[in-house]
């Protein structure tokens, strides 16, 4: 069941909150099939034998981009953004290309980088003890499906080696492969291509719907928190890095947009997303937690959570694991730390107005001073069952309150998957939660 009764608009702010995440996907995509920083997993034998049908995680990251890049096309088609290429600053000059058709052309160039239309040779692989990579570390090698044959002879003496034997991606040009300024000419036009296409997008959301310019711009700047980051860098003034991302300037942003778009996605969403985002960007200021070896992978699993609860739809309520006890204990204690007050005072109430409500339908109405009081009481139109109906929704108030404090907090805490408890991060963040 949904959280909440969307908006009209629903769908198109869905599909421009995809395209965002897409463009940056494509991109993250993109840089690392030019750098070569892909991550390597080898094709295992039974999806190399009649030609087996991949999921999503067994296909080679040149069918993931070419994926992303499907995607991009398509939504952009939906939502009326696919623009003649020459209306983007300096790109196109063929009046009938749309900035689809350029698009395309510019992720064939990878596959087909000379002017033969020979494939580029797939870069030797230097084996390192490294972390979790950068990328969807579950896909699967980027080689040609070898023909089914052709497998079948060279795999029993080939042993596949181990995960992990991969150079790290890192998207400001350090580590295994080409240097930043080796990139060439496929980056650079890409990168301007990209980076034109945003910004007409941008401008002509902003000027058909502001949701639909919020969506976008959320969808890119919480994909952009993996497919930007390099671990490596710490600095709040390279967009690649750890501060820049997860900095209090981006936080306030992602924020905000997460909280005008609230009434698409309901209260449990919003704050599964708003906290997670929050306590990654506490993480994102302690060096000692970035250099842990899970740091990057519970950060995938991190995205991979944003994109389900926004994109997926996925409620936010089956990210609790069964319901455990603890957890629900835990989310009782919090509820009651919270609403005591009001707990206690709507529990006097409904007990005073309960034995108001006893006297007045019991009560001898010919005594004169209870005759006078009933009478003044019902000229304000409070009657015995009004008192009663008065209390009975004071009391479901308050629970209604407490039951949606007790789920969201039950929610957020699963939908984190910081390399650092719970616990602690509220410790360094110093702020209980918000009553809504």
Known sequence: MSEVEKPVDAEAVSNALRLGWQIAELRGRYWQRINSREPVRHLSLALSKEYALPLEDERTPLERLYEAQAIVVAVSGQLGLDFPAVSLSGQGKDPDQRASTLLMALTKRLSHPDDAGNPPATPALAPVAAAPMLVRAVSSADTARTAPAAVAESAPNSPAPAVGSVPIPSPSGGGHGRSAADR????????????????RVQDQLAAVSFSQFSAYQLGRGLAEVSWQLDPAVAGADDPHGWQFLLGEVRLRQLGRLMDGL???????????????????????????????????????????????????????????????????????????????????????????????????????????????????????????????????????????????????????????????????????????????
Do not use: C
């Not at 009081?373 to 004071?394: C, D, H, Y």
């Open 184 to 199: 060439g000419p496929l980056w650079e036009d890409f990168a301007a291509f990209v980076f034109a296409w945003d910004a």
């Open 262 to 436: 609230s009434s698409y996605f309901g209260p449990m969403t919003v704050a599964a997303v708003k906290d997670s985002v929050r306590a990654w960007g506490t993480v994102a200021h302690e060096p000692s937690i970035t250099a842990r070896p899970d740091a990057i992978g519970k950060l995938i699993e991190q995205s991979h959570v944003w994109r389900n609860l926004l994109i997926g739809g996925m409620s936010a309520q089956t990210l609790v694991p069964g319901h455990g006890q603890v957890q629900k204990l835990h989310g009782l204690e919090l509820v009651i730390k919270d609403f005591w007050p009001q707990l206690i005072i709507g529990i006097l109430g409904a007990v005073v107005l309960a034995v108001g409500a006893y006297l007045l339908a019991t009560a001898d109405v010919t005594t004169k001073e209870i005759g006078a009081a009933l009478g003044v009481l019902g000229s304000f139109g409070i009657t015995s069952a009004a008192v009663i109906a008065r209390s009975k929704e004071s009391v479901l108030q308050v629970f209604s309150r407490m039951r949606l404090l007790y789920y969201t907090d039950l929610v957020s805490t699963a939908a984190s998957r910081v390399p650092i408890i719970e616990k602690q991060l509220r410790a360094r963040n110093g702020q209980p939660r918000k009553k809504n």
